[in-house]
């Protein structure tokens, strides 16, 4: 199985701040990668799938990048509802997900 | 737009077999080149892939859980199923459907989700 571990597991920033958050995967992926936001109570939303593609009706503040083993989701500019728990996810069967990203207010 | 709606017991005994369905409203099951998975989620802990089934009927399981899981269609009601066998505590968790495409797309519809407490 492809184990995904991103970093870090949990982040703290302010309104306005830059933030990324990375995914690597334990053996290539080419771009088979995608990043979900959840927020408490919630299912998990599709933000980026492909790798860089944004899904559509997500904010362009969000941005993917990477293929191979190394992938980055980034928030240009971080907004209140920003704050949530951000997966990596790998769709080459067996489907895997990375630990999470726990992202809080400052 | 389409929908996808978990429903089943909330409450399953150890050594049972937990079942859930997922209806789909909004579209057709049968679309071709779709994927329809489920996903859980034990409290306070990350995503774990369940198993999908294709359209087509094929089905593709998480080797951990392959020995206890079965996913299956009813494209008469527009409804996948997923029955997992010999439950524990362990098992206890939110559980999600959701459509995905290949490998290059990633879930872009899920339900809202249906907790399941295995206990006696």
């Known amino acids: 199985d492809i184990q995904l571990t991103q970093s870090p597991s949990f982040l703290s920033a302010s309104v306005g701040d830059r933030v990324t958050i990375t995914c690597r995967a334990s053996?290539?992926?080419?771009?088979?990668l995608a990043w979900y936001q959840q927020k408490p109570g919630k299912a998990p939303k599709l933000l980026i799938y492909?790798?860089?593609t944004l899904q559509s009706g997500v904010p362009s503040r969000f941005s993917g990048s990477g293929s191979g083993t190394e992938f980055t989701l980034t928030i240009s500019s971080l907004q209140p509802e920003d704050f949530a728990t951000y997966y990596c996810?790998?769709?080459?069967?067996?489907?895997?997900f990375g630990q999470g990203t726990r992202l809080e207010i400052k | 737009q389409l929908q996808l709606q978990e429903s089943g017991p909330g409450l399953v005994k150890p050594s049972e077999t937990l079942s859930l369905t997922c209806t789909v409203s909004?579209?057709?099951?049968?679309?071709?080149?779709?994927?329809w998975g489920w996903i859980r989620q034990p409290p306070g802990k990350g995503l774990e892939w369940i198993g999908s089934?294709?359209?087509?009927?094929?089905?593709y399981y998480n080797p951990s859980l392959k020995s206890r899981v079965t996913i299956s269609v009813d494209t008469s009601k527009n409804q996948f199923s997923l029955k997992l066998s010999s439950v524990t505590a362990a098992d206890t968790a939110v559980y999600y459907c959701?459509?995905?495409?290949?490998?290059?797309?990633?879930?872009?519809?899920w339900g809202q989700g249906t907790t399941v407490t295995v206990s006696s």
């Open positions: 959701a459509r995905h495409k290949g490998s290059h797309y990633g879930m872009d519809v």
């Open positions: 909004g579209g057709s099951i049968s679309s071709s080149s779709y994927y």
């Open positions: 089934i294709y359209y087509s009927g094929s089905t």
């Open positions: 053996q290539g992926i080419s771009s088979y």
């Open positions: 492909a790798a860089s």
């Open positions: 996810q790998q769709l080459n069967s067996p489907i895997t």
